[in-house]
């Protein structure tokens, strides 16, 4: 059964103030007003165009940004003029007005928006630096979401979401790979986000971040055992590992020339599958799972490599090297 994908038709200014104003070095300028208004869209809008009378193609349904060229157009006109201006933005429902670069609007403006119930806040920022950082942070808030079954870990810089079904060791294998150096992210439950076009990001609900169950044991504080360098708030997926049962597997890829797929939120994420049997390392065969998907992400794909020597020596022909290129002056890297 696939997880249900969740995408979330608004927030609340709100929910945007108090998430993100320390970041945006958001101030609340008069009172508490309009914080239950809701943002439809991620992303930012200039009202100078309606302020200036073009009325066509308004987006009212996102924050509205008022820099250095709005506030100096309605500096520059009549104020009873300027007021009715913003008079129009009110009643198109507009969720709040931001004030870029520390700037004021005059009484009678916040009046405007005090009488409409309106949120008013004032940023330090340069108004396009506040726009693009917003943005980044409202599509976050935006983002289509799943919550999956199994374990998510970071190996080496590799983002690895191990699933299975229950009782085949996948919280063994984790506490594995923790005592070989890598992170835990999420336990059990992992809450996955997407960025349409760029990656899936990985992490956990606050109430077992940083926790493992372990049959036997019980719940353990994997920080409090290992360190706080044990876990991760977050981490891209990179590789879907799946723990099957020998005899649930038919047909096993024995080469791994033909790279596997899983799709999640709609995008494609490469995914492995390893048979789990007695006397089978599975921490080890993950973490070298998770160090050949490196290998890949530079180019290198072994069993492609070893294919084409295949060929090469079935022709009489010179067999490359299977190793990487690499200076022979340089040291090697431990991490690399």
């Given amino acids: 059964m696939k997880a249900k994908v969740k995408r979330r038709a608004s927030i609340t200014v709100g929910e945007f103030f108090d998430q993100h104003g320390t970041a945006l070095k958001m101030r609340l300028l008069g009172g508490e007003r309009g914080f239950d208004r809701p943002i439809r869209e991620p992303t930012i809008n200039r009202p100078g165009l309606a302020l200036a009378g073009f009325h066509t193609y ?13 506030r100096a157009y309605l500096d520059s006109i009549d104020p009873a003029i300027a007021c009715e201006r913003l008079r129009w933005l009110c009643k198109r429902d507009i969720p709040c007005v931001v004030v870029a670069r520390a700037a004021e609007l005059a009484p009678e403006m916040m009046d405007v928006f005090a009488k409409a119930g309106i949120a008013v806040f004032q940023s330090p920022m340069i108004t396009m ?5 917003a943005t980044i942070k409202l599509e976050w808030d935006f983002a289509p979401s799943i919550k999956v079954h199994g374990s998510m870990v970071d190996i080496k810089g590799i983002g690895i979401l191990i699933r299975g079904a229950s009782g085949l060791g996948k919280s063994e294998a984790v506490l594995g ?3 070989r150096g890598a992170s835990l992210v999420a336990d059990d439950l992992v809450h996955l986000k997407a960025l349409p076009g760029r990656e899936i990001v990985a992490s956990s609900l606050e109430l077992n971040r940083s926790h493992l169950e372990v049959r036997g044991i019980g719940i353990i504080n994997v920080a409090a055992l290992f360190g706080v360098g044990s876990m991760r708030l977050e981490k891209r997926l990179d590789l879907i590992v799946d723990l099957c049962r020998v005899e649930d597997i038919n047909d096993l890829d024995r080469v791994g020339a033909t790279t596997q797929f899983d799709t ?15 006397y089978r390392d599975i921490a080890w065969l993950i973490e070298v799972a998770a160090l050949d998907q490196k290998l890949r992400s530079f180019g290198h794909n072994s069993a492609l490599e070893f294919s084409r020597n295949l060929l090469k020596m079935m022709r009489g022909q010179r067999i490359s090297s299977p190793l990487p290129p690499r200076d022979s002056q340089s040291t090697p890297d431990p991490d690399a």
């Fill in 58 to 70: 308004f987006a009212n349904k996102r924050v509205q940004v008022i820099g250095n060229n709005e």
């Fill in 177 to 179: 790979l923790i005592e």
């Fill in 264 to 278: 999640l939120i709609g995008m494609r994420v490469p995914k492995v599958e390893i048979p789990v049997a007695p």
């Fill in 129 to 133: 630096r506040f726009i693009n950082q």
